[in-house]
């Protein structure tokens, strides 16, 4: 949590489309990294609760 300060965010490149992107985490070289439009294709449609 930032708790109101600005959150750190790293430099990537998406493993999908090869563009540049910012991450709120340190990018792990072994593992791919998405950015936001691949990585709203990639999850799981979300359920209803209700």
């Given at each position: 949590?930032?708790?109101?300060?600005?959150?750190?965010?790293?430099?990537?490149?998406?493993?999908?489309?090869k563009q540049k992107c910012?991450?709120?985490?340190?990018?792990?070289?072994?593992?791919?990294?998405?950015?936001?439009?691949?990585?709203?294709?990639?999850?799981?449609?979300?359920?209803?609760?209700?």
């Open positions: 949590m930032s708790y109101g300060r600005p959150r750190e965010m790293h430099d990537a490149v998406c493993a999908d489309c910012q991450v709120p985490f340190k990018p792990d070289p072994s593992k791919p990294v998405y950015c936001r439009e691949c990585w709203a294709k990639r999850r799981p449609p979300r359920r209803d609760r209700y």
